[in-house]
């Protein structure tokens, strides 16, 4: 409510709100894949997810964070036991990769190779 006492539509991605900017979000849409942030007031991506145009998308099955889809967007690795983050460059960017002897499938899992 403004100082009219006239309700305000939140912000996108609140749930309720107690205004309409973004930092006045009391809960946020789990739909959305959001998370209240409650000393900021604000709704962020929920774990494994990114923000993209103001929408959350899944990270890439390696990916425990991420800024992109992509394999090599991961800024922390999925654990599964046996991965384990391997820096592409200097911009905090990064591929997941398996330790030696195990191999990624296509669920994104290290398996052990055989000998």
């Known amino acids: 409510m403004d100082s009219s006492f006239t309700c305000e539509a939140c912000y996108s991605a609140c749930w309720t709100c107690d205004g309409g900017n973004d930092d006045d979000c009391l809960s946020c849409d789990i739909y959305a894949f959001r998370r209240l942030n409650f000393s900021a007031g ?18 890439n099955p390696s990916c425990e964070e991420c800024w992109g889809w992509n394999y090599d967007d991961c800024t922390s690795c999925a654990y599964n036991g046996n991965s384990s983050l391997v820096l592409i460059d200097d911009s905090n960017t990064g591929e997941c990769a398996c330790n ?16």
Do not use: Q
Request: glycine share 6%.
């Open 100 to 115: 030696d002897g195990y191999f990624m499938n296509y669920e994104y899992s290290c398996v052990l190779c055989n000998p």
């Open 42 to 59: 604000t709704c962020e991506c929920k774990h494994r997810y990114y923000e993209i145009d103001s929408v959350c998308g899944a990270c």
